[in-house]
């Protein structure tokens, strides 16, 4: 009997090899007003998220520049994916690596930490740039006292540089060289900067479109050009207290402010319209491109990102208890889920 014809997916040699590349999935059951959204599933990447291709590219710079030597140490402050995907890196490249994580991040993103042998220091979430225990000053402390590299997302410019190179030029390609925009979010600005950058050489018409979690002072930035106040927000990833030296927010042109309830309730619609399991930020990012999409007048071709997977919010997100401890869903509850509330 003949057998039908594979096409045979990539063999490679290591985890490494399989960073980028990432397909893009049109949303076809959600309401997109006259336009086609499509989702560029960076939560395919190795690491699970759209850091694996920054974390690579600043250990490949650090490596060139001399800034590391075999069997260095790494440390960096992250939300996790940054964390991550450096802990990827670093396994297959013999590094150790140190990471101070906010104590408000998901506990399977700690774990997983763990598991790869990270060296994890958990610091508040509650405290601003500045203090000491703030997540990036703890890391610069210990990297001045260790000797450690720090690899320091904020400011490398190999993060906006991997955004610039691999994930800008894919979306390009695969959107046949026809985008009217991209909605992104902001953590260092790398994603952002990278992709406004690509887009301003070779696509002048695409509106980079900034999502932005209520709290965060980036959309307001946009909007008067003034730094406020900030508040606090439960997803993770993106929105800021500050303007990272890596977001070059001259390129946003539009900018949508999101709750956490509107989050989640869209990251939880991706899963049950679409079959798209995403964590909390792609929520934001989806809800933004939702309503940027649904405001235009004439059919408009746009591209958003499922930055990383709703796996490490099972506990969170995706957890009816979790849901309405938030006040974000005011229904009775029932079940013994309750413990897992993180
Ligand atoms: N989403 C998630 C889940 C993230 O972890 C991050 C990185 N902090 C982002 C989005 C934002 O990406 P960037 O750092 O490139 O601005």
Excluded at 51 to 75: C, F, H, N, Q, Y
Excluded at 109 to 136: C, F, N, W
Aim: charged letters at 25%.
């Amino acid at each position: 009997m003949s057998q039908p014809e594979a096409v045979a997916p990539p063999v490679v040699k290591t985890a490494l090899d399989l960073i980028g590349h990432t397909p893009l999935v049109e949303l076809t059951r959600l309401d997109t007003g006259p336009c086609r959204l499509f989702l560029k599933l960076e939560n395919q990447n190795p690491g699970g998220s759209i850091k694996d291709r920054m974390a690579m590219s600043m250990v490949t710079a650090a490596e060139r520049d001399g800034l590391l030597k075999p069997g260095g140490t790494l440390i960096e402050a992250t939300a996790g994916n940054t964390g991550l995907g450096l802990a990827q890196v670093a396994t297959l490249k013999g590094y150790k690596l140190i990471l101070v994580v906010p104590d408000k991040m998901a506990r399977e993103k700690i774990l997983h930490l763990r598991a790869m042998g990270v060296d994890v220091r958990l610091t508040r979430s509650d405290v601003g740039k500045g203090h000491p225990e703030y997540y990036q000053d703890m890391a610069q402390t210990i990297a001045d006292e260790t000797g450690a590299f720090y690899v320091n997302q904020f400011e490398n410019p190999a993060n906006p540089l991997a955004h610039e190179t691999s994930t800008a030029p894919e979306i390009f390609a695969q959107m046949e060289g026809d985008v009217d925009a991209v909605v992104v979010g902001v953590g260092s600005g790398g994603t952002m900067t990278g992709i406004g950058r690509f887009m301003k050489r070779m696509s002048p018409k695409t509106e980079m479109v900034l999502a932005d979690p209520a709290g965060s002072i980036l959309a307001d930035y946009v909007a008067t050009g003034k730094i406020g106040e900030a508040g606090s927000w439960t997803v993770e990833g993106i929105g800021e207290d500050f303007i990272p030296v890596n977001a070059q927010m001259d390129l946003i042109r539009k900018a949508y402010s999101i709750t956490d309830k509107e989050s989640v309730e869209t990251c939880r619609l991706l899963l049950k319209r679409e079959g798209v399991l995403a964590g909390s930020s792609s929520g934001t990012l989806l809800a933004a491109a939702l309503r940027y999409c649904r405001e235009q007048t004439t059919p408009k071709r746009v591209v958003t990102l499922a930055c990383d997977t709703g796996g490490k919010y099972l506990t969170k997100v995706f957890n009816d208890f979790w849901v309405a401890a938030q006040g974000f869903d005011e229904r009775e509850m029932h079940g013994d889920l309750r413990d897992l509330i993180a």
